[in-house]
């Protein structure tokens, strides 16, 4: 057996705020009556949609807030949500466990399955779409879907390019041997694809466990990995000010140029795990992590502390049409006064 299979995993992307809640498939989540405090539970992410954010997290939640106001919408599911994308004001997906993506057409007011396999039991951590009809689902051990028709149909895809030399040797070797422990291997053997995102160059950058920095110059079909000393989750990747910025576990945060020739550490005043990053239009780069921190890195990549709520891991940040930065974490959606 492969010693990748015996690794002790790191918690998936977020630490440990995702859970492994499951579907009942008897479950109608549409006959579920709104929750009344879905504000203040764990929300994993928030996106723009046109003049309005879009927020996703557990038990399904989705929350649309306009004119700063937040409201609870009907989702079509109860497995946690995870990731939110929208392609312009209208057209979205969410992403999250149970291999789940759903999708609206209206701005994140309606949401319908598209595609969801309990029998899966990984999650989908991120996802990206390149236009209307093309895109692109990562998640957990390697999970990486792909749909050509706007999410109609949703197929898998197996990247091996992206195992360790001696995985795939051992793969080899099994297939020969027993096709059916193979598929098994197989299914546990890449790292988690935890961030998938589209640089200004139309290169995609994916980030992951076990040091993952990999990128695409052909909509992800296939992927290069970079050298990167480093062998701890990553969690997020941003575009900002010329460079690309990777980030994750114990405050792990590295800087490169758009070649990915030259890497330096960002050093932090905490050793909390980064899970999320922001630019504003300023140009100011905020980063979000664990134990509440968020922190603001200058021009000289200066980092100082904006405040640390303590007794909750903020997981994402993104600002509203009228400039007003947004949080999200394991405490809900929040301002700083």
């Known amino acids: 057996m492969s010693f990748r299979t015996l690794r002790n995993v790191v918690a998936i992307s977020l630490g440990c705020l995702i859970s492994t809640a499951s579907v009942n498939a008897q479950f109608d989540p549409l006959s579920v009556q709104i929750q009344p405090l879905a ?29 700063q106001d937040w409201k609870q919408i009907s989702s079509p599911v109860i497995s946690q949500l995870t990731k939110v994308f929208f392609l312009n004001e209208k057209q979205g997906w969410a992403v999250g466990h149970d291999a789940t993506i759903i999708h609206t057409e ?13 029998e899966v039991e990984k999650p989908l951590l991120d996802i990206l779409f390149f ?3 093309e895109g692109i689902a990562v998640g957990a051990y390697g999970l990486f879907y792909r749909t050509a028709d706007g999410g109609n149909e949703w ?39 935890n961030r998938v ?45 010329n ?58 990549d200066s980092a100082n502390i904006v405040a640390r709520r303590q007794g909750e891991n903020i997981v994402a940040i993104e600002s509203d049409n009228q400039g007003q930065v947004w949080f999200a974490g394991s405490k809900g959606l929040f301002q700083l006064k």
């Open 243 to 300: 460079a690309v910025f990777v980030m994750g576990l114990r405050g792990h945060v590295f800087k490169t140029d758009k070649l990915f020739s030259q890497w330096q550490e960002i050093e932090l005043p905490v050793k909390s795990s980064i899970n999320n990053a922001f630019i504003t239009e300023k140009g100011t780069l905020y980063l979000v992590g664990n134990a509440g921190v968020i922190i603001e890195l200058d021009s000289n």
């Open 155 to 193: 197929v898998q895809e197996f990247h091996e390019e992206l195992l360790f030399p001696e995985d795939v040797s051992y793969l080899a070797d099994l297939k020969a041997e027993d096709e059916a422990l193979y598929l098994s291997e197989r299914a546990a053997l890449l790292p988690h694809f």
């Open 131 to 133: 236009n209307e009809q």
């Open 106 to 118: 209206d701005g994140g007011l309606t949401w319908q399955v598209q595609f969801q396999s309990a």
């Open 39 to 67: 504000e203040s539970s764990l929300v994993l992410d928030i996106a723009k949609a046109g003049d309005s954010l879009v927020a996703v997290g557990e038990r399904g939640h989705v929350l649309v807030n306009q004119q």
């Open 197 to 241: 995102i589209q640089l200004s160059d139309n290169q995609l950058l994916m980030v992951g466990e076990l040091g993952l920095v990999a990128t695409s110059s052909d909509n992800g079909l296939t992927f290069t990995a970079q050298p990167f000393d480093y062998e701890g989750s990553m969690f997020s990747a941003i575009e900002a000010n």
